[in-house]
């Protein structure tokens, strides 16, 4: 599956901090009805068994709304369900490991925070990068920020698409113009919201308007 500069322009990731009695499915789709245009399911505390569960919901969801889903960080998970693919981190697997197990028609994201990160990731096989954070985050307490101008320079170093992640919302995207980034990934500006649909709405009109 080929990933699309478009299909990063609002890229939802989960986050169970905030279900607030609902159910993960029932707000991701409010985010899809709202124009999510990619979901990344991140799940640090489920078991396996419950993961593969919640998995297989959103791949359903996902195909509905014909919306790229990929897991983080989990492979095996990501085999299970036949997801589009896997999103790993700096200290994850690394892509060459990851692309040897899903192989080569599954989505590949991986995170990075400068030039050299970028292209290494490019080179064993990304389809797209997530680079930040950009903002400090509650999801990522440990992440360093990265500057607009850093974020510049991967856009310009690599030809695969880019997305900005890290305590993004949509009073924070003017510095994100000119930057060459196709899209921003939330979490909390999506999920926390008290109305994830129109917050979804809202998120994606706001970065057509600065991209």
Same mark, same amino acid.
């Given at each position: 599956?080929? &990933?699309?500069?478009?299909?990063?322009?609002?890229?939802?990731?989960?986050?169970?901090?905030?279900?607030? @009695?609902?159910?993960l499915e029932s707000q991701v789709e409010k985010a899809l009805k709202g124009g999510a245009t990619f979901v990344q399911l991140r799940?640090?505390?489920?078991?396996?068994a419950e993961f593969l569960e919640e998995a297989k919901k959103l791949?359903?969801? &996902?195909?509905?709304y014909q919306v790229p889903f990929v897991?983080?960080?989990?492979?095996?998970?990501?085999?299970a369900v036949d997801a589009d693919g896997v999103h790993v981190g700096q200290s994850d697997?690394?892509?060459?490991?990851?692309?040897?197990?899903? @192989?080569?028609?599954?989505?590949?994201?991986?995170? &990075?925070?400068?030039?050299?990160?970028?292209?290494?990731?490019?080179?064993?096989g990304a389809n797209y990068l997530g680079v930040g954070a950009i903002y400090p985050t509650g999801t990522k307490?440990?992440?360093?920020?990265?500057?607009?101008?850093?974020?510049a320079k991967i856009c310009q170093a690599v030809d695969i698409p880019v997305v900005a992640i890290g305590g993004l919302n949509k009073e924070h995207l003017e510095l994100l113009k000119g930057t060459g980034?196709? @899209?921003?990934?939330?979490?909390?500006?999506?999920?926390?919201?008290d109305d994830i649909e129109k917050a979804a709405e809202e998120l994606k009109e706001a970065v057509k308007k600065v991209l």
């Open positions: 599956m080929n &990933c699309r500069p478009e299909d990063m322009l609002l890229y939802a990731v989960t986050d169970r901090a905030w279900l607030k @009695g609902e159910t799940e640090k505390e489920l078991d396996e791949k359903m969801l &996902c195909r509905k897991i983080n960080d989990n492979v095996e998970i990501a085999l697997m690394e892509a060459g490991k990851v692309r040897e197990k899903l @192989g080569s028609d599954k989505i590949i994201g991986v995170s &990075c925070k400068n030039v050299e990160q970028a292209l290494l990731a490019k080179k064993h307490k440990d992440a360093d920020a990265v500057t607009p101008g850093m974020l980034v196709d @899209g921003i990934a939330v979490v909390s500006a999506l999920f926390a919201a």
